[in-house]
């Protein structure tokens, strides 16, 4: 028996439902996230597998894991810190259930909470070798943030919401050393509130970016040097790599026109057998990463792994690890979608 805890209208949830169904297996159950966060108890039948969906897209459980203010509105970027420690309650409290059910984690909660932290995310992959960009010492406001970029003779940087996900809270910023600076981000700014958007923001008043930075910073902040993406047909690109069961299993290039390649931000799916051949046994190496990567996390059945090529496609490098990174509609290897193959991984892990 499976039982999902998630959102019960997510996408996602009816994708992997289906998926069991036709594969034979009774309909999954649904723990709801709400029921979780308001500290309802967690009822978890015995011996079943627990498989634990993103509670975003519903803005009341978002606002019970903040615990933020009612003037805080859906789409705030308010709070990031305290949605983490909400999390891990919430988290903690359908893994106790799960303990005493004798239940299956398909995704431990441990994982899930260092694939939110972006800080310990970045140690954990870079002390098991898996190539990443540098990171900076995380600076508390703007004007630290350009004095460590200055004493490294650092020109652009990604400036990255501790806790963020879906590129909320990101920013690519470039500066010429002095006064010039630019700053593309999902990031809406309206006064001094933060807003996430569905389209990319560019900001050259710096009076702009430091408020955003500043803001930003009192939830934690992940600053890594800007690793330069390849390009193909004329636009940025990155991959989307599902890894199920410690294989690497759906790719899906992601092409945009900013340094923001997230597919919910407009941006195209890009042509993979092209960049194959551009890659060439590059990309190979890289999906053997991707796999290093899930190795890090032993609790969990399938990570998303965020993979940049450098422009001349000789070099890879991670750039995020996400705990609810499989969804990737229409997406078919071997006749199966991303639910289909965690499906039937079942049975070999």
Not at 89 to 111: F, I, K, S, Y
Not at 151 to 170: L, N, P, Q, T
Request: charged share 25%.
């Amino acid at each position: 028996m499976l039982t999902v805890v998630g959102n019960p209208d997510n996408r996602r949830i009816a994708l992997f439902r289906a998926a069991a169904v036709a594969a034979g297996l009774p309909e999954p159950r649904v723990v709801s996230w709400l029921d979780v966060a308001c500290g309802r108890p967690v009822d978890i039948a015995s011996g079943c597998m627990v498989r634990i969906d993103s509670p975003g897209e519903d803005a009341e459980v978002d606002r019970l894991l903040r615990g933020a203010s009612e003037a805080a509105e859906h789409g705030e970027i308010v709070g990031l810190a305290a949605w983490y420690q909400g999390l891990a309650r919430a988290l903690a409290r359908v893994a106790e259930a799960a303990h005493r059910a004798g239940a299956r984690m398909l995704n431990d909660p441990t994982d899930i909470l260092v694939m939110f932290d972006k800080r310990a995310c970045h140690r954990r992959l870079q002390a098991e070798g898996v190539p990443v960009p540098e990171a900076l010492p995380e600076p508390t406001s703007y004007v630290e943030l350009r004095k460590a970029m200055a004493e490294r003779g650092w020109r652009r940087v990604f400036v990255k919401s501790a806790h963020g996900s879906s590129s909320s809270g990101v920013l690519a910023l470039a500066t010429d050393g002095r006064t010039r600076v630019r700053a593309d981000t999902s990031v809406d700014l309206v006064g001094r509130r933060l807003f996430n958007s569905l389209r990319v923001h560019t900001y050259t008043h710096e009076r702009d970016i430091e408020s955003i930075v500043d803001t930003l910073a009192t939830d934690g902040l992940h600053v890594e040097r800007w690793f330069p993406k390849a390009g193909l047909a004329g636009r940025t690109v990155d991959l989307r790599v599902v890894v199920i069961g410690g294989r690497a299993a759906h790719t899906v290039v992601r092409a945009g026109l900013s340094p923001m390649t997230n597919l919910h931000l407009g941006n195209q799916r890009g042509d993979l057998a092209a960049l194959q051949a551009k890659a060439g046994g590059e990309y190979e190496a890289a999906l053997r990463t991707c796999e290093r990567v899930a190795a890090c996390f032993p609790g969990s059945l399938q990570v998303g792994v965020d993979l940049m090529f450098s422009p001349d496609f000789r070099r890879h490098a991670v750039a995020e690890v996400n705990a609810f990174g499989d969804l990737l509609p229409a997406l078919v290897v071997d006749g199966r979608d991303t639910s289909a193959a965690q499906i039937a991984a079942l049975a070999w892990t």
